[in-house]
């Protein structure tokens, strides 16, 4: 297959069409080219092709082109606030408390483009990488992302940035206008290629933008000496590992400056025409100096905003004013009304003449949203909430009135869930009031119940984004529902008709030219000398008895791949996979030597796992593969599978229901899961294997919404809820755990079990985000200092633990938020019984591995003063390898590394080190 030849396989996916149904989704697929349709049909086609995807098909001879429309019911997004009227990303955003990650999402063309930080996300001190990013609004795909060279301070709390960053960004047709820095000038960009085709005239500053029938609406803001020298001391500041941003009350006056010389700048109105950059009109600081952010807006051939108190009405190409009213602040503008409304009032007046046409009470003590949907007005908002901070605490009432009297249709009281709401706007639909209280919340316009998804949420500032028929939900780093929300960047789709999954493949086993082969009896025994499985065993201690010396050189160094996993190792061979080259790789153990490679049908996330002479591992293909360990040929593959559908992942095809490849062998029995969510395509599967023949001996459906009305279960707490996401499975000797979910070997669910090994954001998630921890315990809690935390917990960034002692690598102390706020990173053991600290050492490195063998502790990473600081570390300046006392953390020796290691990617057997490194490669240590 020439993709493996050139080394694109993963980018590229080569599969056998089986029957008639296309394996993917809706609305995925920018183009299908085929001399012939076979079984297929031309419908069959149209379902998987994106709006505006084409298809070639060859007929009688000649090439026929098909276009799928854009269907009528679907909208686009084009500014923050919908329209003139008013995903490899990092699965998290930075910090919870300081500046968004994600800015200003929007769509059209069938494309999304937003304003992202890609900076590492494992220190806040790390200055921000800002791009405009353009992706495939149906699959993700990235199209182009442009660098932006300033932004707004980081380090700044979230609630302190200026509202309208948001508006900075707005896409129409072929076009994207944007400003590509704090103080930038307006500038056009090709949609589809990122390319720069205007920089506009004297529009240094523009801070808003509004586009309205070819006209371009800028609020700009003039950048004077003081404004850029302000700039230039923030970014100095950032600059420097210590500053007195590092804390509240030093950093706090020098927030107050910035916003205060941020303000200080004259504002005016321009109107532009979009295409021939010609200035229409002009307002001056004297009609726009108390503008209120978010009030301009356009509606036919006239444009409003409010100036103070007064409502004000433009022509759109001549900048006359009409007419000018006071009034409550201006929302929005549909059709021939203008909507305005504060805490008491909400009031209706005419675009022509700015006449009251109704006023009337809104019912509540605090109005956050304003929506004309299904045909009515809808006011959302809070009423008096006697506890906590405020009436943000109570419930979210939404009030329709009619569009024509202001009379009032309905009144929607829902009950409290005990959280304050979310720090960015509700969005809405013709149908829905999308809520953001404790996740996205559907409020049925008709009925007026609530649809609970606590367990998809967007980003801070911003929210989620419903276009293009999906529901767009940005990486955030909030830690409420942590162990069941999404994390990363989604686009979900509603729920398909049951007609669609009837008749859907079930699953199915393959078997393959080594099925009927006996291993050679050698491997019918497993070496105590060994690392069988992710992380040495079922418990996934890190632990093995096999005696390593604390002096270590290197014995070879291979190249293997791009991004590698942890290992395993058995039979004189370790095992690793290349996780985007969807591959797993068998190493003589002596020598470094290739002995064989295998291609899956996807990625693979995670260690196979060794078992009497064969790799058993799952794949992003829904799949399980039993290999032959001798020569890597297939014994089985199973589908798991029940409805074959691709979506796209991480910028490749995989299943809708992945299955992780660390699979846990117990008892001669494999358990592994198949899919993502609890929440979505039918929840998780909890397998059970027979390792032997593939054959399935149990499946265990881990489905959280009610079976009959699909509705989310009642929630735990503010902080916890029902559910999970997938991840790798652990056990001990009676039960089987998906994080603090309970399993006995037959696969029930139970109500309780033993101290474990658990994660929040999963064993795999190596992007070290700031409230996630991994937990020696039985149950999940917010592990990053949140108030509702369990206190007596035992967490860390790594955990290693043996039958006496839990040995740990994390904070001393986590404040709920703030990482400025963290107590100092330590190396510490406890007691496993009692949790009682044993000993405390201070490390010079970030421990990205670690594993016990023997008495020994080995600790690798690169420097912790380049990952925490604020620049971004030099991979070229390698890490460290330490080798410390178990019984006292005493250093016994280091060594320095070419490379980090991969994150958890250290295993112990035949007396060495084996390291999985970023740089691709495989290292084996062993002793002088």
Known sequence: MRAIWFGKYGNIS???????RLPYVDNLVNLVVTEELGDTSMDEVMRVLAPNGAAYVKDNGEWKKTVKPRPEEIDEWTHFLHDSSGITDPPHTRSHEHIPGIYALVSAGGRIFYIADE???????????????????FNGIMLWKKA?????PHIVNWGQTPRQLQRRLVAVGDRVYVTLGLHAPLTALDAATGEILKVYENTEGTEEIIFHKGTLLLVI??????RTAEQVKWAQLLKRRSSPLDARETAEPLVKQLLATEAKGDKVILALDAGTERLLWKKDQADVARLRTYSLCASGNRVFYQNGRDVKCLDLETGRENWSVSSTALRLVYQGDIFCADGKTVTALSTEDGRIRWSEPTLLTETRDLFVAGGSVWIGGFKPFPEKRGPSWGPYFATQRDLATGKLLMHVEPDNPGHHHRCYQNKATDRYILGGRRGTEFIDLESGEVLWNSWARGVCRYGVMPCNGLLYTPPHACACYVAAKLIGFHALASERPQSEAAGQKSERLEKGPAYEQTPVPDFHLTSSDSWPTYRHDAQRSGCTGTSVPAKLRPKWQVKIGAKLTALTIEWGKVFVASVDEHKISA??????????????GARIDSAPTLYQGRVIFGCSDGCVYSLQASDGKLAWRLKTAEDERYIVACGRLESATPVIAS??????????TAGRSSYLDGGINLYQLNPGSGEILSKTPIYSPDPKTGRQPKQFAPSAMPGARADILTADDSHIYLRDMVFDKQGINQPEGGPHLLTLTGFLDDSWPHRSYWIFGDHCSVAGGCSRRDKNLIYGRLLVFDDEKIYGYGRRGVHWSNQLQDGAYRFFAVDRKDGKKQWEKRVM??????????NIMFLAGPSAQAVFGPQEPDEKQGALLIAVSASDGAKLTQCQLDSSPVFDGMAAAYGRLYISMNDGSLLCMGGE
């Open 663 to 672: 699979v846990l062998i117990l008892d001669d029995v494999v358990y592994c």
């Open 587 to 600: 190493i003589d153990a002596d020598s470094g030597r290739e002995v064989w490679h295998f291609t899956a």
């Open 221 to 226: 803001r003039s950048v004077t000496d003081e």
């Open 845 to 854: 490195i970030q421990v990205r591995a670690m594993i016990l063998a023997g």
């Open 148 to 152: 932006i060279k300033m932004w707004f």
């Open 119 to 137: 900076a590492a996300i494992e220190s806040i001190r790390r200055i921000p990488k800002w791009y405009l990013i353009a992706r495939d609004a």
């Open 14 to 20: 080569i599969d056998r069409l089986d029957g008639g």
